[in-house]
C-alpha cells in the first residue's frame, strides 16, 4: 500500500524515550536506510514528558531528538505541547513537522491563553491538526 494516494509507511515508536537505545537506532537506520518512509513519535505532550527526558538523557527533547537525527523534513512528532521556543527553532530549520489532534490542544486553543503562538504561524514549524488523534491527514 505504500505510495498508493495519500499512503505511506512510517517508522512509529509509540512514545519515543521509553525505548531502548537499540530501538532508536534501528529507527534512525531505518529511516535513513528507506528515504520515502516517515517517521512519527510522540513528544513533549506535558510537563511530565519533559521532566522524563531531563532525567532519562540530561537533555530537554528537541536536543535530544536532534541527537538521535529526528529533525528533518520526513520527521513528524506528535503534540509537543511544552516545547520552549529554542526547540520550535530547532524544528522549523530542519523542517520538522508537529501532528496533533488530542483534546489538549483543542482545550489550549479554545479555553486558555497558553495556546502556543508557533502553532498558529507557517514562520514556525511545520503545523498539522489531524481530523483525530491517528494518523488521518498525515502526511500533509
Not at 17 to 24: F, H, R
Not at 49 to 55: K, Q, R
Not at 114 to 129: E, Q, Y
Amino acid at each position: 500500500w505504500h505510495g498508493q494516494e495519500r499512503l505511506r509507511y512510517a517508522i512509529t515508536p509509540r512514545f519515543a524515550p521509553t525505548c531502548s537505545d537499540a530501538q532508536l537506532d534501528k529507527a534512525g537506520q531505518l529511516l535513513r536506510e528507506y528515504p520515502d518512509i516517515y517517521l512519527h513519535t510522540h513528544l513533549a505532550e506535558n510537563k511530565d514528558d519533559i521532566a522524563f527526558a531531563l532525567e532519562k538523557f540530561n537533555a530537554r527533547p528537541g536536543p535530544w531528538t536532534e541527537s538521535l537525527g529526528w529533525l528533518a523534513d520526513d520527521v513528524w512528532h506528535a503534540h509537543c505541547v511544552e516545547l520552549n521556543s529554542e526547540e520550535i527553532g530547532l524544528f522549523a530549520r530542519a523542517g520538522t513537522g508537529v501532528a496533533d489532534g488530542s483534546v489538549a490542544w483543542w482545550s489550549m486553543a479554545c479555553c486558555s491563553s497558553a495556546w502556543p503562538s508557533w502553532a498558529s504561524t507557517s514562520r514556525s514549524a511545520r503545523w498539522k491538526l489531524p481530523r483525530s488523534g491517528s494518523s488521518w491527514g498525515w502526511p500533509p
